[in-house]
């Protein structure tokens, strides 16, 4: 049994091909696998074909901006495999993102 700390919207994950794939009908969030982060430094990484999900606390996306220069509501980019099929964009127009909690 998992419990899910993430939830992801736009798209939904696929167990089956390891990768993004498009919402079912009606669905807007549904449970991310658990996802291991291990450090690296990032010139040794390779993603492969992935989209830089973007990561938020919550579901309204905004926040007020930090040092940083992005949202307090803002976590973290993760790549995530995708199939070959769909180009990033594909992905950006669907507004697909993770998020750490929903909405009540």
């Given at each position: 049994m998992y419990v899910?700390?993430?939830?992801?919207?736009?798209c939904r994950w696929d167990e089956r091909?390891?990768?993004l794939?498009?919402?079912?009908?009606?669905?807007?969030f549904t449970p991310m696998k658990p996802i291991?982060?291990?450090?690296a430094k990032a010139d040794e990484l390779e993603p492969g074909h992935s989209y830089k999900c973007p990561v938020y606390k919550t579901a309204m996306r905004?926040?007020?901006l930090s040092t940083t220069g992005h949202s307090t509501n803002f976590v973290l980019y993760l790549s995530l495999p995708m199939q070959k099929?769909?180009?990033t964009r594909h992905w950006v127009k669907r507004g697909v993102?993770?998020?750490t909690s929903l909405s009540d």
């Open positions: 899910y700390g993430l939830f992801v919207e736009g091909k390891e990768a794939d498009e919402s079912a009908p009606k669905v807007l291991w982060i291990l450090p905004k926040g007020t099929k769909h180009p993102a993770m998020l």
